[in-house]
T-cell receptor
Framework: QQPVQSPQAVILREGEDAVINCSSS?????VHWYRQKHGEAPVFLMI?????EQKGHEKISASFNEKKQQSSLYLTASQLSYSGTYFC???????????FGPGTSLSVIP | GAVVSQHPSWVICKSGTSVKIECRSL??????MFWYRQFPKQSLMLMAT?????????EQGVEKDKFLINHASLTLSTLTVTSAHPEDSSFYIC???????????FGPGTRLTVT
């Protein structure tokens, strides 16, 4: 089952914050986050494992609530380079296939 | 980080012909490789999972006789689109899991256009 992402699209001004949510109807082992620029392959951002992890790298962080089967990606003080489509991918068990959500289009404008 | 390459980057072929796409892990051994298809403005849809030395596992709705996958070595998987039709035109992306980390490493993708 494909995870659900919200919002579908968001437009930000440089410096603003955004939150992208990902939820699944199935129990999850892990959540992966990727960003894809137009015409390019997805680029790995981070993975969160079962256990209620939170992770961060510079101004992009994420949390995973396994009980709620939800994950959120937080982008703070957005930069123009953050523009792209963000996909969450979910695994039900370790080393399982990753099923991707429909994506969230994020546009950062000056 | 680990690098996955794909060849070719793009290909245009005539309807009815077959096209082979290669996916290579350049600096690690990939026990598992995944093939995805992505139509414009849509998500990545998993087509199949291939494990070295064994038959690929296809997702529901993917014709295994049309999309032939071979994972002959720990660094190479190939996807052959047989008797291609215009509706097969898409962006095909492979990814590989080295088994040491949970990260999937994606190739740059191959854009297939069938005329």
């Amino acid at each position: 089952q494909q995870p659900v992402q919200s919002p579908q699209a968001v437009i930000l001004r440089e410096g603003e914050d955004a939150v992208i949510n990902c939820s699944s109807s199935k129990a999850l082992y892990s959540v992966h986050w990727y960003r894809q620029k137009h015409g390019e392959a997805p680029v790995f951002l981070m993975i969160l494992l079962k256990g209620g992890e939170q992770k961060g790298h510079e101004k992009i962080s994420a949390s995973f609530n396994e009980k709620k089967q939800q994950s959120s990606l937080y982008l703070t003080a957005s930069q123009l380079s953050y523009s792209g489509t963000y996909f969450c991918g979910t695994e039900s068990t370790s080393y399982d296939k990753v099923i991707f959500g429909p994506g969230t289009s994020l546009s950062v404008i000056p | 980080g680990a690098v996955v390459s794909q060849h070719p980057s793009w290909v245009i072929c005539k309807s009815g012909t077959s096209v082979k796409i290669e996916c290579r892990s350049l600096d690690f051994q990939a026990t598992t490789m995944f093939w995805y298809r992505q139509f414009p403005k849509q998500s990545l849809m998993l087509m199949a999972t291939s494990n070295e030395g064994s038959k690929a596992t296809y997702e529901q709705g993917v014709e295994k006789d049309k999309f032939l996958i071979n994972h002959a070595s720990l660094t190479l998987s190939t996807l052959t689109v047989t008797s291609a039709h215009p509706e097969d035109s898409s962006f095909y992306i492979c990814s590989a899991n080295g088994g040491q980390t949970y990260e999937q490493y994606f190739g740059p993708g191959t854009r297939l256009t069938v005329t």
